[in-house]
């Protein structure tokens, strides 16, 4: 069975483009012009991947992101925004909001070819079911759930990936190139306050939990790595 993926895009002709690519590469898809009916489509069928125009009628693509990952049902669909906004703050609220990745307008072809089948990889190393323990931490990857002496630490989506990127690669430096493409699949060129963020963050709730924060430690001058 082909992968579904779902193409939420208002632009009849971005989106036949969209739709055209994905076909002759061997994906299902199902294109929508709102994310009303989307979630209709939901209900019935479970995309592997959602792709995600922000300039929409009566429902944004932001506010279409924050229902599908606050929700229990489809928080772990990968979703890549495909859009023409393209300040470094509308890719920041777009990851931080929960997108694995962010495609700018115009796009050429094999660009979204590589992107989805990017996506889709990772999507599929995670539904292993696989459990990572560290120092007392033991986090539950296909639940994307994290405890220590059995109680949960409440992490983000990017929060959580951070901590298992880290642990994944324990003892080892990784840059904050590795990093962004581990965790955002975007390169964020000279951008450092997002991670230095989300790292602080993920320090503060270990902390919080009775987890000695300095296990993470900062790489002066090349990015952060996990101790044991």
């Not at 069928?45 to 693509?61: A, F, K, S, T, Y």
């Not at 759930?145 to 990127?165: A, G, H, M, R």
């Not at 924060?213 to 952060?224: A, F, N």
Request: with cysteine; proline share 3%.
């Amino acid at each position: 069975m082909n992968p579904l993926i779902y193409s939420v895009e208002d632009d009849s002709n971005i989106s036949h483009v969209i739709h055209i690519a994905l076909t002759n590469s061997g994906y299902d898809v199902q294109s929508f012009v709102d994310g009303k009916s989307m979630f209709s489509a939901l209900e019935a069928n479970r995309p592997n991947l959602i792709l995600l125009d922000i300039m929409l009628p009566e429902m944004d693509g932001i506010e279409i992101l924050k229902r599908l990952k606050n929700g229990q049902s489809y928080r772990d669909i990968p979703v890549m925004i495909v859009s023409a906004k393209s300040t470094e703050l509308d890719k920041v609220i777009g990851l931080d909001t929960g997108a694995d990745d962010y495609l700018l307008k115009p796009f050429g072809v094999l660009e979204l070819i590589s992107r989805v089948k990017a996506l889709l990889r990772r999507s599929i190393k995670e539904e292993t079911g696989m459990i990572l323990q560290s120092n007392g931490l033991v986090l539950n990857i296909e639940e994307h759930s994290c405890y220590y002496q059995n109680e949960q630490i409440p992490l983000t989506s990017k929060e959580f990936s951070l901590l298992k990127v880290l642990i994944q690669n324990t003892n080892k430096t990784l840059t904050r190139e590795t990093i962004f493409t581990s965790v955002w699949g975007y390169d964020f060129v000279g951008e450092t306050r997002t991670l230095d963020v989300h790292m602080k963050e993920v320090r503060a709730k270990l902390t919080k939990a009775g987890v000695d924060p300095d296990l993470i430690q900062t790489v002066r001058g090349v990015g952060y790595k996990w101790t044991e």
